[in-house]
């Protein structure tokens, strides 16, 4: 038996070879053709063809891709007026050259500039006029059969012979059982066996490319129809999902109050337990709140467990736990021993012990001991584990071991009557007076649970109850199309990786009479690209075939092989 893997260079075809190997290597992938680019004629319609033809080329599509890549990045460096607006206005600050170039740029809105959609749309209609005439034409060829065999099978790539006493018929017909039942479509073409496997590389090749699209759309309608807000619950509140019950809150162009899910939770109880000892004392081991949630204005109250990375969803909406810290039950009274505020305030965390920081504001009902109204305001600095007389104010462990809270006293106006916006954290003391202690010092004071902080002149107090409560933050998301575009990521992840390693390739399989009335059996194999997976392929197919139809002596050497298996096409053997 003859084999050959490739042909020298003085092996030249002639012209109706040419063509005839052409045809046999042909519609072997779905990709377009590079035509020679030509000036259309002038016109409307020359120019929208051609400008359509570039457009829809597969190298402006990765150049857009390449451009979405670059324009997405001022969007990680630059702070983002969708994602945190104070930190625009601080740039806008300390840049004050920088800030009008950025902001007519779109810099400070990189996602919904008009440069960046334009980029993102583009490629959108790329991919789309890339796709659609290439699934056309695949699904063309799923419809027709393999071509039929070059007149010369030996100036493919990977190529086999030997003779066979079996009849040219049969010889056809156990190759074609074979070829199909090795998931080769096979059909008789004149006296060969044409068989073509490897589709799956252009299916993954165009599931790669409609899942981009895919992404693309989910993308789009996640950014427009996007819900994203803030809320700060304490033990025993509550929270309904409306915009005004919202801390903070930003959403999508196109999202309206009416797509925010109808649903309402109650905070039962919120547990965070710590490592006590060791090299990671203080790190969290579990933070998970018990909550009540019901669905619409009437729904039934249901108990789940929101924790964190493990969200509650309800009817699209995602309740995330993303912080935790610690409200103190404050009781303030006025000089007549009068309530005039009894509540929990919440404190902002300052470190990963949670030593906090906040205000505690009483803005209605407060009169000084001459019977004028005024405004109170306590800074208030908290401790969960305080370390004793002489420590640091920080606190030592997270948990609370040994609370104590921090006051500083101030009386006068809080400016909340303005109309000016201002943080329910700080204490605006521009319009405010200190308390004086005995030494005509800022009055202030560590108190521990249960202790009063007496204010001067019968001014009133204010208690540090026992009671501790503790608070959640939630983040409540709505985004459309997430499920459709982590579809489409595996999607795109599988049909790169079916298109990298799966190898289109076609077989031939020839048997005619010999001129001594012996069959010539000829097998070939072409890949649309050099891969040694070819004639490893066809080695194993030429054995398989060989079983059925063994080889015949020469006619001048009655000893050559007549019971041993054909060589397997080996890079660069001759042709014996």
């Not at 402006?60 to 994602?83: F, K, R």
């Not at 902001?103 to 583009?122: E, N, P, R």
């Not at 009169?367 to 640091?392: D, H, I, M, R």
Request: hydrophobic share 40%.
């Amino acid at each position: 038996m003859s084999t050959t893997s490739k042909t020298g260079p003085g092996n030249s075809p002639d012209a109706t070879e040419e063509q005839g190997l052409g045809d046999a290597g042909s519609r072997l992938s779905t990709a377009p053709r590079e035509e020679p680019v030509s000036m259309p004629a002038l016109g409307v319609i020359g120019w929208a063809r051609w400008f359509w033809r570039q457009l829809t080329s597969m190298r402006v599509a990765l150049l857009l891709l390449l451009l979405l890549s670059l324009a997405a990045i001022p969007g990680s460096l630059i702070p983002q007026t969708g994602i945190d607006v104070t930190k625009v206005d601080d740039f806008r600050k300390a840049h004050s050259t920088l800030a009008p170039i950025y902001d007519k740029l779109g810099l400070f809105h990189v996602y919904s500039s008009v440069w960046f959609s334009a980029i993102y749309i583009l490629l959108f209609v790329s991919l789309i006029g890339c796709i659609v005439p290439r699934t056309w034409q695949f699904v063309g060829q799923l419809r027709s059969r393999p071509p039929g065999a070059p007149k010369r099978l030996t100036r493919l790539p990977a190529y086999t012979t030997w003779r066979t006493t079996a009849e040219p018929e049969e010889v056809r017909r156990v190759a074609l059982a074979l070829l199909k039942k090795r998931r080769f479509r096979a059909h008789l073409a004149g006296d060969a066996i044409a068989a073509e496997k490897g589709y799956l590389r252009e299916v993954g090749n165009l599931a790669f490319h409609i899942a981009l699209i895919v992404m693309l759309v989910a993308f789009a309608s996640g950014q427009l129809y996007k819900s994203d807000g803030t809320k700060l619950v304490v033990e025993g509140d509550g929270f309904a999902n409306s915009i005004l019950q919202y801390d903070d809150f930003k959403s999508g162009s196109l999202f309206t109050n009416d797509d925010l899910v109808p649903f309402s939770f109650d905070l039962k109880d919120f547990k965070g337990t710590y490592e006590l000892t060791g090299p990671n004392r203080g790190t969290p081991r579990t933070y998970q709140a018990k909550i009540t949630y019901s669905k619409g204005a009437y729904g039934k109250e249901t108990p789940a467990t929101v924790k964190v990375n493990k969200p509650l969803e309800i009817d699209g909406a995602k309740v995330y736990l993303v912080s935790h810290g610690y409200a103190p039950v404050i009781t303030v009274r006025d000089g007549n021993g009068k309530v005039v505020f009894d509540d929990a305030v919440p404190l902002l965390p300052l470190d990963g012990n949670v030593t906090s920081s906040g205000v505690v504001k009483v803005m209605d009902g407060y009169k000084n001991p001459q019977g004028v109204s005024e405004q109170l305001g306590f800074q208030a600095f908290f401790l969960p584990t305080y370390g004793g007389k002489g420590s640091t104010m920080l606190s030592q462990f997270p948990a609370l071991f040994s609370p104590m809270l921090a006051l500083n006293a101030y009386h006068g106006d809080l400016g909340v009557d303005s109309g000016l916006p201002q943080s329910v954290y700080q204490l605006d003391k521009s319009h405010m007076k200190e308390f004086k202690d005995s030494q005509g010092k800022l009055l202030k004071k560590q108190l521990t649970p249960g202790q009063t902080m007496t204010l001067p002149g019968g001014a009133g107090s204010i208690t540090f109850n026992k009671e501790i409560k503790e608070w959640a933050g939630f983040e409540i998301v709505q985004e459309r199309g997430a499920g459709w575009a982590l579809g489409a990521a595996i999607a795109a992840i599988l049909g790169l990786a079916a298109s990298l390693f799966i190898q289109r390739r076609r077989v031939w399989v020839r048997a005619v009479p010999g001129p001594d009335g012996v069959t010539v059996v000829e097998m070939a194999g072409l890949g649309r690209s050099e891969s040694a997976k070819v004639p490893e392929e066809l080695g194993d197919l030429a054995g398989a075939l060989y079983d059925h139809a063994p080889g015949a002596p020469d006619p001048d050497d009655e000893t050559s092989p007549s019971a041993d298996s054909p060589a397997v096409p080996a890079e660069g053997a001759e042709k014996q």
